[in-house]
């Protein structure tokens, strides 16, 4: 494993990431590669900052070894028998999801496993060939997909030590399951010549839908509230964007500016969406990892001051810390690597991000609230912010005691 220094040059600077003037900057961390490989990519972290993901010698990332990092210290998660593994989600209680080679050799099939406890569980198929795991819910529930006996293959749910096949849309053949909540919602898509971003919910599945004149859609990731994450083609020829559906709707998240692409990845508890965008007008090009919060989209790589020749490529998942995970290139040395991004806390009630808690930083907790110690209309589109921004005792509520904290901090008492 490297130090981020070695691999790229990190210096902290202030950076303006949000709107209505809140700042944010983020300390990073390069989590290295195992040993005797080049490459790494993390996709997933839990509320405690454990992040998984894979580490190669490949650089379009085929042989791969699942990791786990932890504190400073990478391990290798091993495999079912074979040479490669993928470790895709964790969970709070350390349980990953993912896939690994059941026998040694090229060619060996992969299927869905489960790590717990340092064991390996292999999760099974749908009587096919093979099967993949790519997220795992708080309560174990794994998702993924597996292929039949005829080839094709379906979105599955593992829980209760059985495997179950969740279905596809009518006409449809494929399809994957991405992501579950705590409720029991899965989402994914189903295809046949194009994909469909769908939801399964209470035993039925229902097509979330695609943007105005778009064609295609698929979701990645849903939250408790759920708010899910993925992309949708603008029109089927020029493009597409990051969306968020909510209930019935869906709403185009946008692109960094100069770029025509982009795709949202994972959503936390707060809204808070990543992913990458590209940054010219042809696709592939110039990906950056983009934060969207509060509807407008953001290039991490302006948060996290300078980092030598590095770029933030892409963020895979984000926790309600606010901590996300991205994949750095640094193309001078030719290597890629997993790195950890952690918000800086700043002063509390420092709104704009300018070091003090001023009349501005006043005026904007105002304009927030309505006036001293009063609460936003929890149906208020500016509900979340004042929480994100205000709830400075992290109750869940923005209240008379949080206005005195941030009273405090205006008038300088101790």
Not at 67 to 84: P, Q, V
Not at 113 to 119: H, Q, V
Not at 269 to 277: E, H, I, K, L, Q
Request: glycine content about 14%; overall charge negative; proline content about 4%.
């Amino acid at each position: 494993m490297r130090d981020s220094h070695l691999f790229c040059a990190v210096a902290a600077v202030s950076v303006a990431v949000a709107p209505a003037a809140i700042a944010q900057t983020y300390a990073i961390r390069d989590l290295g590669t195992l040993p005797g490989n080049v490459h790494s990519k993390a996709f997933s972290l839990n509320s405690g900052g454990l992040v998984v993901g894979v580490s190669t010698n490949d650089l379009s990332f085929g042989p791969t070894r699942a990791f786990i990092w932890e504190d400073g210290d990478l391990a290798d998660m091993g495999t079912l028998g074979g040479d490669e593994a993928a470790a895709r989600s964790v969970n709070d209680a350390g349980e990953v999801a993912g896939f690994a080679d059941i026998q040694p050799g090229m060619g060996s099939p992969s299927h869905a496993a489960f790590w717990r406890d340092a064991l390996v569980e292999d999760l099974g198929t749908l009587g096919g060939s093979s099967s993949w795991a790519l997220n795992v819910g708080e309560s174990g529930e794994v998702v993924g997909g597996a292929r039949l006996a005829n080839g094709l293959f379906h979105p599955s749910l593992w829980a209760d030590g059985s495997i179950e096949d969740l279905g596809v849309l009518p006409g449809h053949c494929c399809g994957d399951a991405r992501a579950i909540n705590s409720l029991g919602q899965i989402v994914g898509y189903s295809s046949l010549s194009q994909a469909r971003a769908v939801l399964w919910e209470s035993g039925e599945l229902r097509d979330l839908g695609t943007l105005p004149n778009g064609c295609c859609s698929e979701a990645f990731d849903i939250n408790e509230t759920g708010q899910i994450a993925g992309f949708s083609w603008v029109d089927g020829t020029s493009g597409f964007h990051a969306v968020l559906w909510e209930g019935d709707r869906v709403a185009d998240l946008g692109t960094l500016s100069g770029g025509a692409n982009s795709r949202a990845y994972a959503i936390n508890g707060a809204g808070d969406t990543v992913g990458t965008s590209w940054t010219t007008l042809v696709h592939p090009g110039d990906p950056h990892a983009t934060l969207w919060r509060f509807a407008a989209a953001f290039d991490l790589n302006d948060a996290v001051g300078e980092i030598g020749e590095c770029v933030l490529t892409e963020a895979r998942d984000t926790n309600d810390a606010g901590q996300i995970v991205c994949m750095g290139a640094n193309a001078a040395a030719g290597a890629t690597h997993a790195f950890l991004l952690t918000p800086h806390l700043g002063l509390p009630g420092d709104i704009d991000g300018d070091g003090d808690v001023d009349v501005h930083d006043y005026e904007l907790h105002l304009e927030c609230t309505g006036g001293p110690g009063t609460l936003p209309s929890p149906d208020s589109t500016t509900a979340l912010e004042c929480l994100v921004v205000f709830d400075f005792d992290q109750d869940g509520d923005v209240d008379m005691g949080d206005f005195a904290r941030f009273q405090r901090e205006f008038e300088g008492a101790p």
